[in-house]
């Protein structure tokens, strides 16, 4: 027999597929206690008697802005999702499952929020411009889109489709362990498009067996002036820029984080 290391190579690793029940608790264990946005959509809703907020995944913005006299609606696609931000509270804000591309309602609202790069998920151009013309339509004339977009840095578009690797541990729910969360990303530029790869590990410290997921997200790529230009298209005239939660000015050269507020025309 030839002992050579092609006969006796490390096996590859082998994620299953993840569940949207899964992604579910997994989404919760490392959102749930992510508070930096709070304050940034608290300050810009202060006002707000009615509020909806697209892809509100598990409610951990839209539960933050309840408050008296104001309607807070969030709206999701997973029903899982929606599941555990019922489960949450007691008085929980209103919840429905929703496409962000097919919105209906017979009522409008003050302030319109898409956070944490949900926008970027649709991806197909055409997509988007759907949600965004219904998201002007189902503003008040006086009110304002909060908008939180990803835009790909100087660094991963230098990588030309090489992947840029990170990771982070959290604690396991309801049982001593950890889940260990790697996130793997790269750019097209040709397609504009960012793909990213998100592996969770769990590791239990008891005799529980060891569980592997991973799944693949593709999201649209686009540069902050392609961003402006599609809403401008979509009705929003008028646009200011932030760069991170406590409203910095946007820098083209450093931020990945675009936030927008953008008031219909």
Known sequence: MNDTFTDHKEPDEIFLPLSAL???EFYSMEMDSFTEDIQFYKTHCRDASSILELGCGTGRISRAL????CRVTGIDLSLDMLKQAREHSL???????????????????????IPYNTLNLLKD??????????THHHLKSSGSLLLQLHIPDGEIIKLDGQKRF???MLPLKHRPGKLIKETL??????TQELRLEERYRVRPTNDTAREDYSHTFHLAGFSVSQWLTILRQCGFQSCALFG??????FNSDNDSTLLIQAFPS
Do not use: E, W
């Not at 990303?185 to 040709?190: G, I, P, Q, V």
């Not at 991170?244 to 000015?249: A, H």
């Open 244 to 249: 991170d939660f406590k409203s910095r000015p």
């Open 166 to 168: 990170q990771f982070q």
């Open 185 to 190: 990303r790269s750019y097209n530029s040709a």
């Open 66 to 69: 309840v408050k008296p006299g």
């Open 125 to 134: 151009i055409s997509l988007i411009t759907k949600c965004l013309q219904q």
């Open 22 to 24: 899964r992604y579910a």
């Open 91 to 113: 008085d929980p804000p209103s919840y429905i499952c929703m496409d962000m591309s097919a919105m209906v309602f017979r009522d409008n609202f003050d302030h319109i929020l």
